[in-house]
T-cell receptor
Framework: DQQVKQNSPSLSVQEGRISILNCDYT??????FLWYKKYPAEGPTFLIS?????DKNEDGRFTVFLNKSAKHLSLHIVPSQPGDSAVYFC??????????FGKGTRLSVIA | DGGITQSPKYLFRKEGQNVTLSCEQN?????MYWYRQDPGQGLRLIYY???????QKGDIAEGYSVSREKKESFPLTVTSAQKNPTAFYLC???????????????FGSGTRLTVV
């Protein structure tokens, strides 16, 4: 049973526009959420996180929104740049348990 | 520079052979993890260790074994019992065993294992 779901395998966005990546979760015990970015043949790199006590966290061009009632979070990238093209993983944590990852969304930013 | 090192980057194994993937970190992190990535499958947890001399099975531990004799090292052995070992293997570490909730995980650059 998949606890973290990224239902869009891929997304294409024009350079300069907003990219919105979505993530849904089923485990109500999750209390911390993270986004990772991954290039081919490399390890994921941490991008941004949010605690369940917040509904928004911003870091430069990246903003994560959390809707606990809907068990949904999203990552907004604005403006999108060609270097943002990568696979983005949503991950969630419940207390001291290891991170659970979604299947990822491949973002392509077209110049 | 502190980091986490996985070696080798590419590994070929004949069917029926065991193979060990190396993972070393100099971040002084307590917890270490092994994930496997397959196309369209995301990252799935194989084993994790929150403290030296202790480790726990993840979601797909069958056919794998680990050891944690030193804080810095968490090698993964892919045994002949693993039915589909060809995959990209990622090692990660975090400051403590709290699932990396404060700083996230630091990942290595991965090892691609191919069974020939």
């Amino acid at each position: 049973d998949q606890q973290v779901k990224q239902n869009s395998p891929s997304l294409s966005v024009q350079e300069g526009r907003i990219s919105i990546l979505n993530c849904d979760y089923t485990n109500s015990m999750f209390d911390y959420f993270l986004w990772y970015k991954k290039y081919p043949a490399e390890g994921p790199t941490f991008l941004i996180s949010i605690s369940s006590i917040k509904d928004k966290n911003e870091d430069g061009r990246f903003t994560v929104f959390l809707n606990k009632s809907a068990k949904h979070l999203s990552l907004h990238i604005v403006p999108s740049q060609p270097g943002d093209s990568a696979v983005y993983f949503c991950a969630a944590s419940a207390g001291n348990t290891p991170l659970v990852f979604g299947k990822g969304t491949r973002l392509s930013v077209i110049a | 520079d502190g980091g986490i090192t996985q070696s080798p980057k590419y590994l070929f194994r004949k069917e029926g052979q065991n193979v060990t993937l190396s993972c070393e970190q100099n971040l002084n992190h307590d917890a270490m993890y092994w994930y496997r990535q397959d196309p369209g499958q995301g990252l799935r947890l194989i084993y994790y260790s929150q403290i030296v001399n202790d480790f726990q099975k993840g979601d797909i531990a069958e056919g794998y074994s680990v050891s944690r004799e030193k804080k810095e090292s968490f090698p993964l052995t892919v045994t002949s019992a693993q039915k589909n070992p060809t995959a990209f293997y990622l090692c990660a570490s975090s400051i403590d065993g709290q699932g990396g909730i404060f700083d996230g995980y630091t990942f290595g650059s991965g090892t691609r294992l191919t069974v020939v």
